[in-house]
Every structure is written in structure tokens, then in C-alpha cells.
């Protein structure tokens, strides 16, 4: 199951943001860099909270979510880290699966902010383990996270 639009990251735009304000944290099948979102920031200097609607299934109808209030991935996987595209292709399937289980829906995001990934942006940087790893021991090492990232 892929990420819910809300979810999504660009990573082209804010990967050296991501690197350079991030926080790493190291898990035994993934690194993940944590990093306050700029809609955060921006909302934090204002009193004002920034919207944005977005057309989304999983979202009841004419319902806006605020950016800050929603954590937001990329996943980042290189040719050193799988040679081939269909291993690549593998990896990021099963790692977005595992997010998109992990995060609550974006209709109950708002109700259970405290439930899961706090907001904030991630890189989430898959190893090579993930293509042998059964699926439970994958969410299980994913979810050893979340007190390390409040």
C-alpha cells in the first residue's frame, strides 16, 4: 500500500535541508534522518496556522489538513544499496508499506498525533536486509523508533 498524498515528501526540493537540520537515528534494517517541517517552522513564527487542501480518497469531503500537524517521508535508496531496479523497486514498496501501516489515516491524524510518527519530516533510508526480512520483524524494528523520536 503506497503513502497517503499527505504523507508524501518531495525529496528533490528538501533533501539538503533534511541533512543538514536533521537528527539521525539508526535502526538494524533502516536510518532514519527527523527533521521539523518548514510549514512547522513557519507556523511556529506566525500565529497563523498554514492549510493546505489536498485531494486525497482517505480524506472526508472539503477537509484541509495542516501540514505541520502531519509527519511527511521520503525514502531514499541507492544503487550501492541494490544494484538492481527490481530489487530497488522491492525495497521501496515494503518500506512504504510499513509507513503507510505504521501512520495513522489522514482522517484521524488531527485526533492521534501522539499515536505514531511525531510531525515532522523523515528521510527513511532502507538497507539491503529489507528484501529477506519477514515483514513482522520490519515493523517491529520501525516502531522501536518512535520513543527516540519524541
Do not use: C, W
Not at 15 to 24: A, I, P, W
Not at 55 to 79: E, M, T, Y
Not at 97 to 105: D, K, N, Q, V, W
Not at 114 to 129: E, N, Q, T
Request: positive net charge; glycine residues 2%; hydrophobic residues 40%.
Amino acid at each position: 500500500m503506497p503513502l497517503p498524498v499527505v504523507n508524501r515528501l518531495p525529496l528533490r526540493l528538501q533533501r539538503d535541508r533534511l541533512q543538514k537540520e536533521g537528527k539521525n537515528f539508526h535502526t538494524r534494517h533502516f536510518t532514519l534522518v527527523s527533521a521539523p517541517s518548514p510549514a512547522r517552522q513557519t507556523a511556529k513564527l506566525s500565529a497563523g496556522s498554514l492549510r493546505v487542501s489536498v485531494p486525497d480518497s482517505n480524506l472526508p469531503a472539503g477537509r484541509q489538513v495542516s501540514l505541520h500537524q502531519v509527519p511527511r517521508f521520503s525514502i531514499l535508496l541507492s544503487k550501492k544499496t541494490a544494484r538492481l531496479a527490481v530489487d530497488r523497486n522491492l525495497i521501496k514498496r515494503r518500506t512504504s508499506a510499513l509507513l503507510a501501516e505504521l501512520i495513522p489515516s489522514p482522517a484521524r491524524q488531527t485526533a492521534t498525533l501522539s499515536a505514531g510518527f511525531p510531525p515532522a519530516d523523515y528521510l527513511v533510508i532502507p538497507k539491503h536486509s529489507v528484501i529477506d526480512t519477514p515483514h513482522s520483524d520490519l515493523l517491529s524494528d520501525l516502531s522501536t523508533l518512535f520513543p527516540k523520536l519524541t
